[in-house]
Each structure stands twice: as C-alpha cells, then as structure tokens.
C-alpha cells in the first residue's frame, strides 16, 4: 500500500526539481531499478530500497510525460493582431465584458503548425454562445508571466489548459462556417454546445432570482449569477457552494444509489437471489459521469468523480 506514496512522492519531486527532466531517462531509469529489484529479490534489505527508487523514478516520468504531452504552441509576447477562426470551448465573465476561450481552426498568421490549440480573447458581444463557430479580428500576445516574484502564474496555467494567447477583439465578431474538426473535438463542440443549450432552457424557464444558482449548480457555468448573489455568497462565506465537488456529485449519484437500491429491493424474488446494490451502485456510476461531463469537468468535480467511483466499484 505504500507505493502509491512512495509514487506520490516522485511526482512531488518532479515539481520541486529545478529543471525539466526528459521523461524517456526517468522511465528509463525505473525501468532498470525494477529489474535489478528482480535480480536482486533476494537482498531483503536492497530490495525495498529498490523498489521504492523505481516507483519514484516513474512517478517523475510520468509527470514529465504529462508536460511534453500538453506542451502547444504559444504566441510570441509582443502584442499583434491575428484573424481567429474556430468555436467557442467556453464562456465566462470579465467585468461587463465576455471572455471567450476559442478552439482555434484556422489563423491568419503564423504557419499552421504554430497556431495555438486555444485562444482566451476578450468580447462584448452577447450575439454567440458555446459551441458556435466564430470569426473574429483581435489583438493578442502569449500569456502573461506573473506580475510578482512569487504570484499567480498566469502563463503556467493558460500552459496546462493548452491556450497559447491572451488577447481582446478589436471587431464585431462574425459567423464562421463550420469547419471539419476531429471527432474528439467535435464531440466536445457537441457537449459544449448542449451545456449552454441547457442553461439557455433554464434560464427561460425558472425564477428569475434563482435561475442563474440553478444553472451554475448544474452544468457549472457561472456568468448567469447576478453580481448581488455573488457578493451575498462571498460575504457569507459560502462561494465554495458553486464548486462542484464532493458535495453535489455525493448528493446526485449517492440519491439515485440508494433510491434505486429502494426500488429493487421492492421486487422480492429479484433481491432474493441478488444483492440489488451492485446494479444500484452502476446506476450511480452512470449517473456520476453524466453529471461529471454536464458540469464541465472540473478538477475539483474530476476529483469527487473519482472519489465516487472508488466507493461505487468496492
């Protein structure tokens, strides 16, 4: 059970190195380590020490892996403006203005292979939501560096999100014809688009006052929380409630788990010869990945995914 830890452990190393280590040496490394723990299995005292460098040694390729994996290009630092083409991944609020993150098809500068897979650029317009194909003029540069030694790292996150420039429209964005995209990305254009198609729905059919906590607590998009709520929620404390996190997906699968384990149990010859709690339980995972993919997928709602699934598969 330790070497998880111990695997833990190496990627804990691997961001507190103060270089970029190739991930095909670490591997290599760890490759070699397990089989000199094989050939040595004898040596109770080499062994565990051994073993322990293996799985630490992975653990650093893995990470390693994980950065040469996400690694996109990125626009140079100096502000210029560029034509991007592409849809709408994701929309949230800045201020009175919209910020767009677009998934980008097709650029006017520079060469193909060094566009950026996304874009974060500043709007006013409210004519377009997820999923659509736009065409917009805008000036952008790479992501910022941190304004103090020490501060938010603006540029590191836009890294493992993919997005290669920051930037604002200097035109009224325009309708852009639907480009042939992979199926991965067509499939996320897809859930992207039913995400906000479902809030748009909601919007127009509940309470005015609630409408917006409704559709942020379900497919956790956020701009639709009047300003008012958002402060009432910070002062209160409460603004971690909009989190989708170990709270929501306990309350959505663990209802339906037990519900239906209710259900079942109803049909007396059926939980006679079965334990209705293990369909029950796959209810609940199904129920787990739906919301998962509805609320966006979030680190903190990946994190309860994988919580919930634990429980569910044990």
């Not at 042939?180 to 897809?190: E, F, K, T």
């Not at 002062?235 to 663990?254: E, F, K, N, Q, R």
Request: net charge positive; charged share 20%.
């Amino acid at each position: 059970e330790w070497g998880v830890v111990v695997w833990m452990a190496g990627i804990a190393t691997y961001f507190m190195l103060p270089f970029e280590p190739d991930w095909r040496i670490a591997g290599s490394t760890g490759v070699i380590l397990a089989l000199m723990a094989r050939l040595l299995h004898h040596k109770d005292v080499i062994k565990p020490g051994l073993i322990a460098a293996c799985l630490m040694s992975l653990g650093i390729a893995c990470s390693a892996w994980h950065t040469s994996d996400t690694k996109a290009p990125v626009l140079p630092d100096y502000e210029r403006s560029y034509t991007v083409t592409g849809w709408i991944k994701h929309v949230e609020k800045s201020g009175n203005r919209l910020r767009w993150v677009i998934s980008v098809t097709e650029m006017d500068d520079p060469a193909p292979k060094e566009w950026p897979n996304y874009v974060r650029i500043r709007v006013s317009s409210e004519t377009f939501s997820a999923g659509d194909f736009v065409k917009v003029r805008a000036r952008l540069s790479a992501p910022p560096d941190p304004v103090v030694p020490g501060g938010y790292d603006s540029a590191r996150a836009a890294f493992f999100k993919q997005i290669g420039g920051y930037g604002y429209a200097i035109a009224d964005p325009q309708a852009a014809r639907a480009y042939r995209i992979s199926r991965v990305d067509a499939v996320r254009q897809r859930i992207s688009e039913f995400r906000y198609d479902l809030a748009d729905r909601i919007l127009h059919g509940s309470p005015e006052p609630t409408a917006g906590l409704q559709v942020a607590l379900l497919t956790g998009i956020r701009i639709y929380i009047p300003e008012q709520q958002n402060e009432a929620l910070r002062l209160s404390g409460l603004a971690h409630i909009l989190a989708i996190s170990g709270l929501h997906m306990g309350l959505v699968s663990g209802s339906l788990y037990f519900v239906f384990t209710f259900l079942l149990a109803l049909f007396i010859p059926l939980s006679r010869r079965f334990d209705v709690r293990k369909p029950a339980a796959c209810i609940g995972i199904l129920a787990a990945t739906a919301y998962l993919i509805l609320s966006g997928a979030s680190v903190a709602t990946q994190r309860a995914y994988i919580m919930a699934l634990v429980v569910f598969m044990a």
